[in-house]
C-alpha cells in the first residue's frame, strides 16, 4: 500500500511540475495538455536522465535521476515564464500554418486557465487515481510474475536497477548490453528507484500506472475533439476572447468518459460469444448432450471456426463460461489455414486482455504515448505550432519546438515499442497534409509536403535517440508476401465489430446528412487502387523470390498441394475471393474517410442553424479552419491501413508468417479506432434528436452490453473473484515462497551482494519457464538465461555461441581447469546450484567445494563465488 502511494505522489508531482511544458505545447487543445502532462514529464524525465546516463554525465543512481529531474523542472520554469508574458495574437497576423482561431489566438496565462478549468482539473484527477486503484486492485489479486513473457520483463527492470552505468546490461546474456526496445523498462526503473520499491512491486505499479495514464489520455483527447468540433460549429466562439473565468466545454466533461471506455475496457465480442457457447445457443440439439457428437459440422460455430468454441459445450449448460483458461482465446480470434489446411496461430491482441493478462509488454508500455502522439498530431492540425523552421533548403512551416517535440515523441515511441513509430509518424505528418491542404488545396504540393517534414523529422528522430539505435539489432528482416492468408469477414467483426459498429454509424451519418455529395468517385477509386496495388505487390515479390529461389519456391507450391504456379495462383486468389467479407470490410473503411477528405469544397450542412449540434457535420474544411471530424477521417483511415496491409504483406522474422504483424498492427489500429468510435458515439448521442436518439441509445447500450462482457466475466476468472490464495500483494515474486522458499531466500541475499555475472541451468526450451529466475529477480548478467528469446532480439543465436554447452560442462565435468577455463572466460562470480541446477545436470559439485568459497548455503541451495 506505501508503494502505491509513493508511486502516485511520485507521477501526480511529475505531471505538475511538466503542466507549464505541455499549455505551452498544446496551446491549440482545450485542455492545453493537463490530461497528457503526467506522460509528458515521465517521457522527458526519462529522456533526459537515459541521454545524460548513456553519454557518461549522469549515473545510475538517484543523483542521477535527481539531476535529470531538475533540468525538467528548468524547462519547466521556462515554459511558465513564457506563458506568463505572452501577448495575444493579433487576428489579421498570418500563419504559414493553418491555425484553428478560436483555440489558437487568445492566449491566457496558465494561472488564468487553471481557474477556469477546475471541473475539467477534478474529474481528470479524480478519473486518473479511480483507474490507478482500479488495475493495481487487479494486479494486487493476481500478481505473480511467471509464464508467458513476464519474467523476461522483470528482468529487464532489475537488469537495469543493477547496471552500475548504460547501456543498461543483458540479464540473460553476460557481457553484453540489452538489445530490445528497452526504454519503457527505464521509465519503470526511474519510479522504483525514486521511490525505493522492488522491481517485483515495480512491476505491478507499472502496469496500473500505464492504465491510469491511458485513461486520461483518452479522455482528454476525447474532450479535445468534441471541444474543437463544437467551436468549428460555433463561429460565435471565435469572435473575440471569452471571459477568463467561463469554460464552453463543461458539457463535455461527463461525456468524454466514452474515451477511456471504448479504448480499455471495451473489449472484442468472442468474450460473448462464449456465453452464447456455454448456455448451448445455436448448436444442434443443444438439450441432448448426447446428441452432440452425432451432429454434422455444419452449424453457426463450426462455421464461425474460433479454436475452442468448435466443440460442444460442457454439461450441464450455463451462462459462465468454464473451460481451463477459456479468456485466453479472445487474444487468438483470427484464424489462419494454409491451402493444404495447415492452421497458424495469429495474436490478436486487444487493450483489456493485455491488462488482464499482465504483461509488461512494449506494446502496453507505449500506450499513453501512443496516446501523446494522437494529441500532438492534433495540435498540429488546429494550427497550435505555427511558425518556421529554418532548414537551410527549405523553410518549414512549423515551429522549431513543435518540430523538436515532434521528433523527440516519435524517437521515443520506437524506443518503447518499434512498431509504434508507423502510427506516430503516420499521424502527424497526415496532420500536417490536412492543414496544408485547408490552405493550399488537394494538389501534387501535397506530396511534396510528405517529404519536405517526413525527412528531417525522421532523420531527428533517430539522431536525438542514436546511443539506442548503435547497440540494438533485430529479428526483423524485411517485406514477405502474404499469398495464401485472407483475413474473414466473420473473425475481422468478432475482433473489431464493438468499434465498427459505431464508426459505421458515424459514417452513414456523414453520408446521409452531406448537402453536396463527398468525392465518392475519387475515393473508391483510391481504395480500390490501394488494394489492387498491393496484391500485385505481392504476387511480384513472390515472382521475385520464384527465380532467386527456384528450389525453395517448388517446395513451397508441394507444400501447399500445387503442382505448378499457375494453379497455387488460382487457388490462392479463389480462398481470397471466398474469404472477401474482410476486404471488403476494409474497403469501405478506407472510401469513405477518402471521399469526405478529398472533396474539393463544400456547403454548409443540413439544419446547421437550427440546432447547437447540427444533424450532420463534416468534412470539408471549413472557413472557421480544419475541421476535427477530418482528424478523426484520419483516425479511422490509417487504422484501416494498418488492418489491410497485414492481408498482403507481413513483416519477415523468426515466426515465419503474419503472426507477430497481425499483433502489432492490429493493436495499433485498435488504439485510433477506438477514439474514433468514441467520438462518433459521443457526438451522435448529442446530435441525434427523438426517435433517433433512443433508437441509437439502445442499440448502443446493445453493444456495449456484448463488448463489456469479456472484461466482467474474464477479470472474475482471472483473479478468483479477487479471493487470491495468498491474499492481496503487489509483489510479483511473493510466489517464489510457496513453490521455490529456498530460491526465494537465496534471491534476497542475491539482491544485496556486491554485482557480479551469475551462471544458472538453462536449456534450449528454457522459454516460458521458470529457467533463469535467478538473473530474473536479482538483476545480476547470467552467462544466459532464455536462449530462443536472445535469438529473437538479436536475429540470430551467434551471439551465444558455446555458452549452453559450456555451462553444462561447468556444472558436470569434474577436471577444476575445465571448470576455472569456463569461469574466467564468462567473468562469472557467482555459481548457482539449487533445484533447477540439480534437476537438469549430473552436477559434479566437489570441484567447486575444494576451489570456490561457498558464500551462501540453505538447504538445497549453494551460492559459490569465484575468486
Same mark, same amino acid.
Given at each position: 500500500?506505501?508503494?502505491f502511494?509513493?508511486?502516485?505522489?511520485?507521477?501526480?508531482f511529475?505531471?505538475?511540475?511538466t503542466f507549464?511544458?505541455?499549455?505551452?505545447?498544446?496551446?491549440?487543445?482545450?485542455?492545453? &495538455?493537463?490530461s497528457?502532462?503526467?506522460?509528458?514529464?515521465?517521457?522527458l524525465?526519462g529522456y533526459i536522465f537515459?541521454?545524460?546516463?548513456?553519454?557518461?554525465m549522469?549515473?545510475?543512481n538517484?543523483?542521477?535521476?535527481?539531476?535529470a529531474?531538475?533540468?525538467?523542472?528548468g524547462? +519547466?520554469?521556462?515554459?511558465?515564464?513564457?506563458?506568463?508574458?505572452?501577448q495575444?495574437?493579433?487576428?489579421?497576423?498570418?500563419s504559414?500554418?493553418?491555425?484553428?482561431?478560436?483555440?489558437v489566438?487568445?492566449?491566457?496565462? #496558465?494561472?488564468?486557465?487553471?481557474?477556469?478549468?477546475?471541473?475539467?482539473?477534478?474529474?481528470?484527477?479524480?478519473l486518473?487515481?479511480?483507474?490507478?486503484?482500479?488495475?493495481?486492485?487487479?494486479r494486487?489479486?493476481?500478481?505473480?510474475?511467471?509464464?508467458?513473457?513476464?519474467p523476461?520483463?522483470l528482468?529487464f527492470i532489475?537488469?537495469?536497477?543493477?547496471?552500475p552505468?548504460?547501456p543498461?546490461?543483458?540479464?540473460w546474456?553476460?557481457?553484453?548490453?540489452?538489445?530490445y526496445?528497452?526504454?519503457?523498462?527505464?521509465?519503470?526503473?526511474?519510479?522504483?528507484?525514486?521511490?525505493?520499491?522492488?522491481?517485483s512491486?515495480?512491476f505491478n505499479?507499472? #502496469?496500473?500506472?500505464v492504465f491510469?495514464?491511458?485513461?486520461?489520455?483518452a479522455?482528454?483527447?476525447?474532450?479535445?475533439?468534441?471541444?474543437?468540433?463544437?467551436?468549428?460549429?460555433?463561429?460565435?466562439l471565435?469572435?473575440?476572447p471569452q471571459?477568463?473565468?467561463?469554460?464552453?466545454?463543461?458539457?463535455?466533461?461527463?461525456?468524454?468518459?466514452?474515451?477511456?471506455?471504448? #479504448?480499455?475496457?471495451v473489449?472484442?465480442?468472442?468474450?460473448?460469444?462464449e456465453?452464447?457457447?456455454?448456455?448451448?445457443?445455436?448448436?444442434?440439439?443443444?438439450?441432448?448432450?448426447s446428441?452432440?457428437?452425432?451432429? @454434422?459440422?455444419?452449424?453457426?460455430w463450426t462455421?464461425?471456426?474460433?479454436?475452442?468454441?468448435?466443440?460442444?459445450p460442457?454439461?450441464?449448460l450455463?451462462?459462465?463460461p468454464?473451460?481451463?483458461?477459456w479468456?485466453?482465446?479472445?487474444?487468438?480470434?483470427?484464424?489462419?489455414?494454409?491451402l493444404?489446411?495447415?492452421?497458424?496461430?495469429i495474436?490478436?491482441?486487444?487493450?483489456f486482455f493485455?491488462?488482464l493478462?499482465?504483461d509488461?509488454?512494449?506494446h502496453?508500455?507505449?500506450?499513453?504515448?501512443?496516446?501523446?502522439?494522437?494529441a500532438?498530431?492534433?495540435?498540429?492540425?488546429?494550427?497550435?505550432w505555427?511558425?518556421?523552421t529554418n532548414?537551410?533548403?527549405?523553410r518549414?512551416?512549423?515551429?522549431r519546438?513543435?518540430?523538436?517535440?515532434?521528433?523527440?515523441?516519435?524517437?521515443?515511441?520506437?524506443?518503447?515499442?518499434?512498431?509504434?513509430?508507423?502510427?506516430?509518424?503516420?499521424?502527424?505528418?497526415?496532420?500536417?497534409?490536412?492543414?496544408?491542404?485547408?490552405d493550399?488545396g488537394?494538389n501534387?504540393?501535397?506530396?511534396?509536403?510528405?517529404?519536405?517534414?517526413?525527412l528531417?523529422?525522421?532523420?531527428?528522430?533517430?539522431?536525438?535517440?542514436?546511443?539506442?539505435?548503435?547497440?540494438?539489432?533485430?529479428?526483423a528482416?524485411?517485406?514477405?508476401?502474404?499469398?495464401?492468408? @485472407?483475413?474473414?469477414?466473420?473473425?475481422?467483426?468478432?475482433?473489431?465489430?464493438?468499434?465498427l459498429l459505431?464508426?459505421?454509424?458515424?459514417?452513414?451519418?456523414?453520408?446521409?446528412?452531406?448537402?453536396?455529395?463527398?468525392?465518392?468517385?475519387?475515393?473508391?477509386?483510391?481504395?480500390? &487502387?490501394?488494394?489492387?496495388?498491393?496484391w500485385l505487390?505481392?504476387?511480384?515479390?513472390?515472382?521475385?523470390?520464384?527465380?532467386?529461389?527456384?528450389e525453395?519456391?517448388?517446395?513451397?507450391?508441394?507444400?501447399?498441394?500445387a503442382?505448378?504456379?499457375?494453379?497455387?495462383?488460382?487457388?490462392?486468389?479463389?480462398?481470397?475471393?471466398? +474469404?472477401?467479407?474482410?476486404l471488403?470490410?476494409l474497403?469501405?473503411?478506407?472510401?469513405?474517410?477518402?471521399?469526405?477528405?478529398?472533396?474539393?469544397e463544400?456547403?454548409?450542412m443540413?439544419?446547421?442553424?437550427?440546432?447547437?449540434?447540427? +444533424?450532420?457535420?463534416?468534412?470539408h474544411?471549413?472557413?472557421?479552419?480544419?475541421?476535427?471530424? +477530418?482528424?478523426v477521417?484520419?483516425?479511422?483511415l #490509417?487504422?484501416?491501413?494498418?488492418?489491410?496491409?497485414?492481408?498482403?504483406i507481413?513483416l519477415?522474422?523468426?515466426?515465419?508468417?503474419?503472426?507477430?504483424?497481425?499483433?502489432?498492427?492490429?493493436?495499433?489500429?485498435?488504439?485510433?479506432?477506438?477514439l474514433?468510435a468514441?467520438?462518433?458515439?459521443?457526438v451522435?448521442?448529442?446530435?441525434?434528436?427523438?426517435?433517433?436518439?433512443?433508437?441509437?441509445?439502445?442499440?448502443?447500450?446493445?453493444?456495449?452490453?456484448?463488448?463489456l462482457?469479456?472484461?466482467t466475466?474474464?477479470?472474475l476468472?482471472?483473479?478468483?473473484?479477487?479471493?487470491?490464495?495468498s491474499?492481496?500483494t503487489?509483489?510479483?515474486?511473493?510466489?517464489?515462497?510457496?513453490?521455490?522458499p529456498?530460491?526465494?531466500?537465496a534471491?534476497?541475499?542475491?539482491?544485496?551482494?556486491?554485482?557480479?555475472?551469475?551462471?544458472?541451468a538453462?536449456t534450449?526450451?528454457?522459454?516460458?519457464?521458470?529457467?533463469a529466475?535467478?538473473?530474473?529477480?536479482?538483476?545480476?548478467?547470467?552467462?544466459l538465461?532464455?536462449?530462443?528469446?536472445?535469438?529473437?532480439?538479436?536475429?540470430?543465436?551467434a551471439?551465444q555461441?558455446?555458452?549452453?554447452a559450456d555451462?553444462?560442462r561447468?556444472?558436470?565435468?569434474?577436471?577444476?581447469?575445465?571448470?576455472q577455463?569456463?569461469?574466467?572466460?564468462?567473468?562469472?562470480?557467482?555459481?548457482?546450484?539449487?533445484?533447477?541446477?540439480?534437476?537438469?545436470?549430473?552436477i559434479?559439485?566437489?570441484?567447486?567445494?575444494?576451489?570456490?568459497?561457498p558464500?551462501?548455503?540453505?538447504g538445497?541451495?549453494?551460492?559459490?563465488?569465484?575468486?
Open positions: 500500500m506505501l508503494s502511494f509513493s508511486w502516485y505522489l511520485a507521477i501526480s511529475l505531471g505538475l511540475l507549464p511544458l505541455a499549455f505551452r505545447l498544446f496551446p491549440a487543445l482545450a485542455d492545453r &495538455g493537463y497528457l502532462a503526467r506522460a509528458l514529464g515521465l517521457l524525465w537515459w541521454l545524460l546516463a548513456s553519454l557518461g549522469a549515473s545510475n538517484l543523483g542521477g535521476l535527481i539531476l529531474l531538475l533540468i525538467l523542472a524547462l +519547466s520554469a521556462w515554459a511558465f515564464w513564457k506563458t506568463a508574458h505572452v495575444p495574437i493579433a487576428d489579421n497576423q498570418p504559414p500554418v493553418t491555425r484553428h482561431s478560436s483555440l489566438t487568445h492566449h491566457s496565462s #496558465l494561472v488564468t486557465w487553471l481557474k477556469s478549468n477546475l471541473r475539467l482539473i477534478f474529474i481528470t484527477e479524480a486518473f487515481l479511480l483507474a490507478f486503484a482500479f488495475l493495481a486492485l487487479v494486487a489479486a493476481n500478481p505473480e510474475i511467471s509464464g508467458t513473457e513476464k523476461m520483463e528482468a532489475n537488469a537495469i536497477l543493477r547496471s552505468s548504460f543498461p546490461h543483458d540479464p546474456l553476460s557481457g553484453y548490453a540489452i538489445s526496445y528497452y526504454f519503457g523498462y527505464v521509465l519503470t526503473a526511474m519510479l522504483a528507484k525514486l521511490t525505493a520499491t522492488a522491481g512491486v515495480a505499479l507499472m #502496469l496500473a500506472l491510469a495514464l491511458s485513461a486520461v489520455g479522455y482528454g483527447i476525447l474532450y479535445n475533439l468534441l471541444a474543437a468540433f463544437r467551436a468549428s460549429r460555433n463561429p460565435a471565435d469572435e473575440g471571459p477568463a473565468t467561463r469554460n464552453t466545454h463543461h458539457a463535455f466533461l461527463g461525456i468524454s468518459f466514452l474515451g477511456p471506455l471504448f #479504448l480499455l475496457l473489449s472484442n465480442l468472442e468474450g460473448f460469444l456465453v452464447l457457447h456455454r448456455r448451448g445457443l445455436f448448436w444442434p440439439s443443444a438439450s441432448q448432450p446428441t452432440f457428437d452425432l451432429q @454434422p459440422s455444419t452449424n453457426f462455421w464461425l471456426d474460433i479454436k475452442d468454441l468448435t466443440h460442444p460442457s454439461q450441464p450455463g451462462w459462465s468454464d473451460r481451463y483458461l479468456w485466453w482465446r479472445a487474444s487468438r480470434v483470427v484464424q489462419d489455414y494454409d493444404s489446411g495447415v492452421w497458424r496461430e495474436i490478436d491482441e486487444f487493450p493485455s491488462y493478462l499482465g509488461l509488454h512494449p502496453v508500455l507505449a500506450m499513453p504515448f501512443g496516446l501523446l502522439a494522437v500532438a498530431a492534433f495540435n498540429l492540425f488546429l494550427g497550435g505555427r511558425g518556421e532548414l537551410g533548403l527549405h518549414l512551416p512549423i515551429s519546438s513543435g518540430l523538436l517535440f515532434s521528433a523527440l515523441l516519435l524517437g521515443g515511441l520506437a524506443f518503447l515499442n518499434t512498431w509504434d513509430i508507423l502510427i506516430g509518424f503516420a499521424l502527424i505528418v497526415g496532420a500536417y497534409i490536412l492543414a496544408r491542404a485547408h493550399g488537394w501534387w504540393a501535397r506530396l511534396e509536403d510528405v517529404f519536405l517534414l517526413g528531417p523529422l525522421g532523420l531527428l528522430a533517430i539522431l536525438l535517440y542514436l546511443p539506442f539505435y548503435v547497440g540494438f539489432s533485430s529479428q528482416g524485411g517485406v514477405l508476401p502474404n499469398l495464401i492468408y @485472407p483475413t474473414r469477414g466473420a473473425h475481422l467483426w468478432v475482433m473489431f465489430g464493438s468499434l459505431p464508426i459505421f454509424a458515424l459514417l452513414f451519418y456523414f453520408w446521409r446528412g452531406e448537402k453536396r455529395p463527398a468525392n465518392w468517385v475519387l475515393g473508391i477509386g483510391l481504395a480500390f &487502387g490501394l488494394v489492387f496495388f498491393l505487390f505481392s504476387w511480384a515479390m513472390a515472382w521475385f523470390a520464384e527465380l532467386r529461389l527456384p525453395f519456391a517448388a517446395s513451397f507450391l508441394q507444400s501447399q498441394g503442382t505448378d504456379a499457375l494453379g497455387f495462383f488460382a487457388s490462392a486468389n479463389l480462398k481470397r475471393l471466398s +474469404s472477401a467479407g474482410g471488403l470490410t474497403l469501405a473503411l478506407l472510401a469513405f474517410p477518402l471521399a469526405f477528405l478529398l472533396k474539393a463544400g456547403g454548409r443540413k439544419d446547421e442553424a437550427k440546432e447547437p449540434f447540427p +444533424s450532420s457535420f463534416i468534412l474544411l471549413s472557413s472557421f479552419g480544419p475541421h476535427p471530424s +477530418s482528424f477521417l484520419l483516425l479511422i #490509417l487504422a484501416a491501413l494498418l488492418v489491410l496491409a497485414p492481408e498482403f507481413y519477415r522474422d523468426q515466426f515465419g508468417w503474419r503472426m507477430n504483424t497481425i499483433f502489432k498492427f492490429y493493436y495499433q489500429a485498435w488504439l485510433m479506432w477506438s474514433a468514441a467520438f462518433g458515439a459521443a451522435m448521442l448529442q446530435s441525434l434528436r427523438r426517435v433517433w436518439n433512443w433508437l441509437y441509445s439502445i442499440g448502443l447500450i446493445i453493444l456495449l452490453f456484448a463488448a462482457t469479456y472484461p466475466l474474464s477479470l476468472a482471472k483473479t478468483n473473484n479477487f479471493r487470491p490464495p491474499g492481496l503487489l509483489d510479483g515474486a511473493a510466489h517464489l515462497d510457496r513453490h521455490y529456498e530460491d526465494a531466500k534471491i534476497r541475499w542475491l539482491q544485496t551482494a556486491p554485482y557480479g555475472v551469475i551462471v544458472e538453462t534450449p526450451t528454457a522459454s516460458y519457464s521458470d529457467y529466475h535467478i538473473s530474473t529477480y536479482t538483476g545480476l548478467p547470467a552467462v538465461g532464455w536462449p530462443m528469446h536472445q535469438s529473437q532480439w538479436r536475429g540470430g543465436y551471439e555461441g558455446t555458452r549452453m555451462i553444462q561447468l556444472y558436470e565435468t569434474s577436471d577444476w581447469n575445465t571448470a577455463a569456463i569461469l574466467s572466460q564468462y567473468n562469472a562470480r557467482y555459481v548457482y546450484v539449487g533445484t533447477l541446477e540439480r534437476n537438469t545436470y549430473r559434479n559439485e566437489t570441484k567447486f567445494q575444494r576451489f570456490l568459497r558464500v551462501y548455503q540453505l538445497n541451495v549453494t551460492i559459490y563465488e569465484a575468486p
